[in-house]
Structures are given as structure tokens and as C-alpha cells.
């Protein structure tokens, strides 16, 4: 099973400050990897699709990047909404696993 | 305006069976591979079940094997997800989601709460 190891566990930013998240994969998984956001008391949505395509609707402050095994989410300048949980997820290999999520939380 | 609307959750004892369900509207789902993941309270999400668009083909994490069934019925637009043998530590909030990928889940239902209980 492929492991996900996100960091830091929580990031706390001020709006407009710019955020930098880490997925690290515990072997290679080309470019197979999505990042959700999950808002309090809401279902995850997908953001990021194999490794750096923007799902639609997604704003372009949101940017990932990354291949083999370490990846990055970058949000360019935090918007009040920005602020929830985000998650790494794999479809490289059996089973398909997410990440144990980062939270980003208002400073 | 693609939605997904499960139900069915609830409280069940150790041992015990439930099936959750969901609806799907706003595209049809016989275009898409379909899924379930979910998420113990307070923790992170873990990918269940996952059928492909005619039904043909199923896959599961090893946890709910042999114990849980992924269905699906596309003239009704529905999926439904029976499970049984339940374990204390099945309970979370079941999600359904469309597969645009393989394996990227571009939209989310609200989710059902399963509780395994004595």
C-alpha cells in the first residue's frame, strides 16, 4: 500500500499570506495525484487533478505541482475561504489512498 | 447541476446490516465509474468501493472485502452500498462520488452517517 505523508499536520497563515503544502509518497506514483479541500461540515471537493490540472471552477490562486514521489500545493494569496482541510489522494496503485490531511487555519 | 443525495445511514448494532443509497441527478450516471469513501469522525477520508459503468466490476478495499457490496442501477440513476458483518470501526459518514478519472472523484454527496454501536 502506498502511503501518504502530508505536512506540516497544521499550517497557520493569515489571509493574503501565500500557503505552501507537502505530500510526500512512499514510492513513486508518476504524476497520480489529486489534492481535495474539505470546508467545515462539508464534503471534500477536488481541486487538483494529476498533479497540476486545476478542476473546473477551481480559482487560479490554487497551483500543484510535483512527480515521482513529493508534491506541493500552493495557494498564491489565502482568501478567507481558503482556510479548511486539505487532502492528498493517489490512483497509481491498489488500494487508491488519501493523505491524513493538513489543516489550514487562520493565524 | 450534477448532485448526489445518499441515505440510509444510521445506528446498528455489531454484527448488524444497512444499506446506503444514493441518488444521482443532473447527468447520467451510466457514463461514469461510481464510488464510496468515507470518514470516521474527526479523522481523514479512506476509499471503499468502486464500480465501473455497467456494473461488471467491482473493487474494494481489503477492510470491507468480502463483507460490503458495491451496486449499482443505471436506468434508476442510483448507486447503493450494502453492508454487512459491521464492525465498530466501519462507523463514518459514507460519501458517494462520480469518478471522472480513473479514480478522481470530481463530485461529492453530503454524506450518511453510519453508526456501529451496541
Known amino acids: 500500500e502506498i502511503v501518504l505523508t502530508q505536512s506540516p499536520a497544521t499550517l497557520s497563515l493569515s489571509p493574503g499570506e501565500r500557503a505552501t503544502l507537502s505530500c510526500r509518497a512512499s514510492?513513486?506514483?508518476?504524476?497520480?495525484l489529486a489534492w481535495y479541500q474539505q470546508r467545515p461540515g462539508q464534503a471534500p471537493s477536488l481541486l487538483i487533478y494529476?498533479?497540476?490540472n486545476r478542476a473546473p471552477g477551481i480559482p487560479a490562486r490554487f497551483s500543484g505541482s510535483g512527480s515521482g514521489t513529493d508534491f506541493t500545493l500552493t495557494i498564491s494569496s489565502l482568501e478567507p475561504e481558503d482556510f479548511a482541510v486539505y487532502y492528498c489522494?493517489?490512483?497509481?496503485?491498489?488500494?487508491?489512498?488519501f493523505g491524513q490531511g493538513t489543516k489550514l487555519e487562520i493565524k | 447541476e450534477v448532485q448526489l443525495v445518499e441515505s440510509g445511514g444510521g445506528l446498528v448494532q455489531p454484527g448488524g446490516s444497512l444499506r446506503v443509497s444514493c441518488v444521482a441527478s443532473?447527468?447520467?450516471?451510466?457514463?461514469?465509474?461510481m464510488g464510496w469513501v468515507r470518514q470516521a469522525p474527526g479523522k481523514g477520508l479512506e476509499w471503499v468501493a468502486h464500480i465501473n459503468r455497467d456494473g461488471t466490476e467491482e473493487n474494494y478495499v481489503d477492510s470491507v472485502r468480502g463483507r460490503f457490496t458495491i451496486s449499482r442501477d443505471n436506468a434508476r440513476n442510483s448507486l447503493w452500498l450494502q453492508m454487512n458483518s459491521l464492525r465498530v470501526e466501519d462507523t463514518a459518514v459514507y460519501y458517494c462520488v462520480r469518478d471522472s478519472g480513473p479514480f478522481q472523484f470530481d463530485h461529492w454527496g453530503q454524506g450518511t452517517l453510519v453508526t456501529v454501536s451496541s
Open positions: 489522494q493517489q490512483r497509481s496503485n491498489w488500494p487508491k489512498t
Open positions: 514510492q513513486s506514483i508518476n504524476r497520480y
Open positions: 494529476d498533479a497540476s
Open positions: 443532473g447527468f447520467p450516471i451510466s457514463n461514469y465509474w
